[in-house]
């Protein structure tokens, strides 16, 4: 079975960094279109880095510069840095489908599976 499993996470004081991971099992890790995502509770669901169908970062203008995205073998991680208290969301890896078209590889448009979700807390 097909699965996206996260670790990581936690506290740390604003300005400070986190890793998190995502283990991806169950199916072709290069066959799909992985992304981190963050959500607060009163919020929107929110991209923070989307791939392309050749696994280039396209990283959201609020953490260019700060947030990296690395892959090793199935694991996705992603490298929070200069943390700040209002990015204190749920995190969450995602992966869509990848498939080619006109002879290129692209990406669905929805996300079909997700992790289990990530807690991060930033203090003033």
């Known amino acids: 079975e097909e699965e996206l499993v996260q670790s990581g996470g936690g506290s740390v004081d604003s300005g400070g960094s986190l890793t998190l991971s995502c283990g991806v099992s169950g199916y072709d890790y290069f066959g799909r279109c992985l992304a981190w995502f963050r959500q607060s509770p009163d919020k929107e669901r929110e991209a923070v880095v989307e791939?392309?169908?050749?696994?280039h970062p396209n990283y959201a203008d609020s953490v260019k510069g700060r947030f990296t995205i690395s892959q090793d073998k199935n694991t996705l991680s992603l490298q929070m840095n200069d943390l700040k208290p209002e990015e204190t969301p749920m995190y969450y890896c995602?992966?869509?489908?990848?498939?080619?078209?006109?002879?290129?590889?692209?990406?669905?448009?929805?996300?079909?599976?997700w992790g289990q979700g990530t807690q991060v807390t930033v203090s003033a």
């Open positions: 791939t392309d169908g050749y696994g």
């Open positions: 995602a992966a869509a489908d990848l498939f080619a078209r006109n002879g290129r590889y692209a990406c669905t448009s929805v996300y079909t599976h």
